[in-house]
């Protein structure tokens, strides 16, 4: 679907992909060996929550700014909603949080990512070492779902050719202001053959499955059998919503 190149970073911040044997304070991670970005510790995670891993992926939330990016993660991470005034992340910020995947433990870096043009070279440097991207768009937003042809260009250009994409139509709990209809979100994914699901930061819709359903195809590509048979991301996503009736959180 893209081509992998090597770009070198226009921005200062350094690579989230850290040396093994170092950790950043808070919320960095410790490991013993490393295989294709993929981590593999022999101790604890150096989160907040000292849980242990057995494997961890980087994700990225992608997308213009306004969109719901740290919300969503906040969300995620904290199962909170950042109410009152909207605030752009500047630069790169991320966290933490361990999934139970399979029988495994599988830690998720999420990196949150400043939709600015002016922090563009910045998150450029971090695409390559993505194993995820996150892609969104605000329902209540027009511009924003338009420019997502753009994202996906980008990301085509600097990220690693097997990453997983997956598109969230984000802040579906708004009714009155949608200008995006779901199916407009359908086709476009349909278009450019990545999974898509609509997720609201602030009732929690499909918020724990969105990153769910990106951690199982991670570790389903790590650990499968050469003759096991291929993870179906969208048919895992549509199956669970099914389930949930579309509400879960």
Same mark, same amino acid.
């Given at each position: 679907?893209?081509?992998?190149?090597?770009?070198?970073?226009?921005? !200062? *911040?350094?690579s989230?992909? /850290? *040396?093994?044997?170092? !950790?950043?304070s808070?919320?960095?991670?410790?490991?013993?060996?490393?295989?294709?970005?993929?981590?593999?510790? %022999?101790?604890?995670?150096?989160?907040? %929550?000292?849980? +242990?891993?057995?494997?961890? +992926?980087? $994700?990225?939330?992608?997308?213009?700014?306004?969109?719901g990016?740290?919300?969503?993660?906040?969300?995620? #991470?904290?199962?909170a909603? &950042?109410?009152? %005034?909207?605030? *752009?992340?500047?630069?790169?910020d +991320?966290?933490?949080?361990v999934?139970?995947?399979?029988?495994?433990?599988v #830690?998720?870096?999420? =990196?949150?990512?400043?939709?600015?043009?002016?922090?563009?070279? $910045?998150?450029? /440097?971090?695409?390559r070492?993505?194993? /995820?991207?996150?892609l969104?768009?605000? $329902?209540?937003?027009?511009? *924003?779902?338009?420019?997502?042809?753009? =994202?996906?260009?980008?990301?085509?250009?600097? /990220?690693?050719?097997?990453?997983v994409?997956?598109? &969230?139509?984000?802040?579906?709990?708004?009714?009155?202001?949608?200008?995006?209809?779901?199916?407009?979100?359908?086709?476009?994914?349909?278009?450019?053959?990545?999974?898509?699901?609509?997720?609201?930061?602030k009732?929690?819709?499909?918020?724990? &499955?969105? +990153?769910?359903?990106?951690?199982?195809?991670?570790?389903h590509?790590s650990?499968?059998?050469?003759?096991?048979?291929?993870?179906?991301?969208?048919?895992?996503?549509?199956k669970?919503?099914k389930?949930?009736?579309?509400?879960?959180?």
């Open positions: 679907m893209s081509r992998k190149k090597n770009v070198k970073g226009k921005g !200062s *911040s350094k989230p992909n /850290a *040396s093994p044997n170092k !950790s950043k808070g919320n960095g991670i410790g490991a013993a060996a490393t295989s294709n970005g993929v981590v593999y510790p %022999s101790r604890p995670s150096l989160s907040n %929550s000292g849980e +242990f891993y057995d494997i961890a +992926f980087k $994700v990225m939330l992608v997308g213009d700014s306004g969109v990016k740290t919300c969503l993660l906040v969300r995620f #991470k904290d199962r909603f &950042l109410a009152g %005034s909207f605030i *752009s992340t500047v630069g790169i +991320f966290r933490n949080k999934l139970n995947i399979d029988a495994l433990k #830690k998720l870096q999420i =990196w949150d990512t400043a939709g600015q043009e002016r922090f563009r070279s $910045v998150t450029h /440097a971090y695409y070492d993505a194993h /995820a991207l996150l969104l768009y605000d $329902v209540t937003n027009k511009a *924003s779902f338009d420019n997502i042809k753009a =994202w996906l260009t980008e990301i085509h250009e600097y /990220a690693q050719q097997d990453v994409i997956m598109l &969230l139509g984000n802040k579906a709990d708004v009714t009155h202001d949608r200008v995006v209809k779901r199916e407009e979100g359908e086709n476009l994914a349909k278009e450019f053959g990545v999974p898509f699901m609509e997720t609201s930061a009732s929690g819709l499909n918020v724990e &499955l969105s +990153f769910t359903a990106v951690a199982k195809e991670l570790k590509r650990t499968k059998a050469p003759d096991e048979p291929k993870f179906q991301l969208q048919d895992y996503v549509n669970e919503m389930t949930a009736g579309c509400c879960r959180s």
